[in-house]
């Protein structure tokens, strides 16, 4: 298969056919994010896409998940997402499940209709990296989307039957907003509801502004217990029931899993045995 830079998807989609139908991020100026670097955003061209599907047909035979990348591929035309789309259940008839990452404001530009028809042709589910519910933070890391943004999109995928999957940043807002971003982001995370609600946890990337800030000591990374207090803080003030729950991540300091509702508590006290034993994740096997 043909790959153009850094192969990015979620844990979830670690056994999915990855099939780049554009390079880069549309946005690409999130302060923290190192992945597309200079790169610059293209939608690939659709008869190289159709070659690689078939290519990854006479490799694989028949699929049953594809990954469509990269950063934020639902911002490509809703046209050329159900050509892709009808070219990949052609090729493959067990095909059950097509996932996409999205940014919030993607799906906005996005209508009802365009996106219950993504759904018809194959799109399962789509991951959206939120980061934080604090418009503070979300302006101080460029995010380019609000909180309300977010609510809206989110709210507009899951009416259109697409299972929502959603990321939470643990230690973007620093140490100074730390509390601010742990209570703002359950408060959007209830008023999202997702399907699903995965934490992972920001690491300093050279190369970035953020890592720059860091520098100049204008950003302050909570240290693995105040990350974990974060966490703790996070679902204490979540009011969400069916939502599955995951820190599986590798950049995450411990790894915890359940349904919220019936493994709250669970969880919680999982984090306060993490606190108090000093059981992390060691340093060297963290990663992105």
Known sequence: ??????????????????????????HNRCTFC??????????????????????AKSYYGDLRRVFLADGNALVLPTERLLGILGCLKEAFPSLQRVGIYARATDILRKSAEELRDLRAAGLGIVYVGLESG???????????????????????????????STIILLGIGG???SREHSLESAR??????????????????????????VQQGL???????????????????????????????ASNYLSLEGTLGK??????????????AG????EFIRGL
Request: proline fraction near 5%; charged fraction near 30%.
């Open 263 to 276: 493994d709250r508590d669970r969880i919680l006290r999982e984090i306060d045995r993490a606190l108090q």
């Open 279 to 282: 059981f992390l994740r060691p």
């Open 188 to 213: 959007l995370v209830n008023a999202i509801n997702p399907r699903y609600l995965s934490l992972l946890t920001l690491m300093i990337l050279k190369n970035t502004p953020l890592y720059e800030k």
């Open 34 to 55: 190192g992945t597309y670097g200079d790169l610059t955003f293209q939608i690939r061209p659709l008869e190289e896409v159709r070659e690689d599907i078939l290519m």
């Open 219 to 249: 950003f302050e990374l909570p240290d693995p217990g105040g990350l974990l207090e974060e966490m703790k803080l996070f679902i204490e003030n979540l009011d969400v029931r069916q939502t599955i729950f995951r820190t599986n991540h």
């Open 134 to 164: 604090s418009d503070s933070v979300l302006s101080l890391v460029r995010k380019g989307c609000t909180r309300d943004e977010a609510v809206a999109g989110c709210i507009r995928a899951k009416e259109a039957d697409l299972k929502l």
């Open 1 to 26: 298969m043909r790959y153009r830079g850094n192969v990015i998807r979620p844990p979830s989609e670690a056994g999915s056919y990855i099939l780049q139908v554009a390079w880069g991020c549309s």
């Open 175 to 177: 140490k100074s907003l």
